[in-house]
């Protein structure tokens, strides 16, 4: 198992901003400059799934296996003999907000789906929640 966490703390953001965007899975290329679509198969939800296009890549269904409203969902991506499970957490501590993303790649082929996939989704996290950010903001303005 492989295991790698991205997080950022930022003030004057809530985390009610930040799950307005997060829950907008269809509206997530509107901020993520690396995906062609992004598309939900009914509610955000615990057991929801949507399917997923990056730029290049194929299309991919990913499951909602955890939801908690304005504190964290869990999606999970299935490859063969592996899976990528990509924890997204809101932790609010006296008027800060972390914004933290968990990617950890589980199975036989764990090691070679990281290489394929992992390592470019961690290098991306740093961008992708600044991104994130800047959404929320401006959604919120």
Same mark, same amino acid.
């Given at each position: 198992? #492989?295991? $790698?966490?991205?997080?950022?703390?930022? %003030? *004057?953001?809530?985390?009610?901003?930040? #799950?307005?965007? #997060?829950?907008?899975?269809?509206?997530?290329?509107?901020?993520? /400059? /690396? +995906?062609?679509?992004?598309?939900?198969?009914?509610?955000? =939800?615990?057991?929801?799934?949507?399917?997923?296009?990056?730029? *290049? *890549? !194929?299309? &991919?269904?990913?499951? &909602?296996?955890?939801? $908690?409203?304005?504190?964290?969902?869990?999606?999970?991506?299935?490859? !063969? &003999?592996?899976?990528?499970?990509?924890?997204? =957490?809101?932790?609010?501590?006296?008027?800060? &907000?972390?914004?933290?993303?968990? +990617?950890?790649? %589980?199975?036989p082929l764990a090691f070679l789906w990281r290489k394929i996939v992992g390592e470019d989704v961690v290098k991306s996290l740093p961008a992708q929640t600044d991104k994130l950010i800047a959404q929320a903001t401006l959604a919120c303005?």
């Amino acid at each position: 198992m #492989w295991t $790698q966490s991205y997080s950022k703390t930022v %003030e *004057g953001l809530s985390a009610a901003q930040v #799950w307005k965007v #997060w829950s907008d899975v269809d509206s997530w290329h509107v901020w993520q /400059d /690396d +995906i062609e679509y992004a598309r939900m198969n009914g509610p955000f =939800e615990t057991g929801g799934s949507f399917k997923f296009k990056p730029k *290049g *890549g !194929p299309n &991919l269904t990913l499951e &909602l296996s955890d939801v $908690q409203p304005n504190t964290s969902f869990v999606d999970i991506t299935r490859f !063969p &003999l592996a899976r990528m499970v990509d924890s997204h =957490e809101l932790i609010e501590r006296g008027g800060a &907000l972390e914004i933290k993303t968990t +990617i950890r790649m %589980e199975g036989p082929l764990a090691f070679l789906w990281r290489k394929i996939v992992g390592e470019d989704v961690v290098k991306s996290l740093p961008a992708q929640t600044d991104k994130l950010i800047a959404q929320a903001t401006l959604a919120c303005a």
